[in-house]
């Protein structure tokens, strides 16, 4: 098995499109529904990758993505931005909180899985040796 793989999105049906391109590549994907359960969900999974939307209910993708990256144990995960925000100035304030890559809503699918399998590899995760960091 490939990389775990933290979806962080309030729509289910977006959530189930984005679990089956990457199962179907052999992640292991699980999601949340909202910043916070976010947070409470990643000291227990311990995702390799957490891709997170920017409107959530409560705490929105950015607070979560500022507490992410500067936690003691989460701030080495990588987070791809997946949202329907568009704007320059939405891509670069997601960049400027820490955020590895901005993916724009509607995507496509091989693109998903390049930019998950490219952050990875950043990351020193092989996406082929099951989340193994060097």
Known sequence: MKAKILIVDDDPDLTNLVKSILEAENYRVYAAESGEQALGEVPKLRPDLIILDIILPGMDGYDTCKILKTGDHTSIIPVIILSIKCGVKDRIAGLNIGADDYITKPFDPDELT?????????????????????
């Open 114 to 134: 390049a930019r998950v399998e490219a952050v990875l590899r950043g990351y020193g995760r092989s996406p082929i040796s099951g989340g193994e960091r060097n």
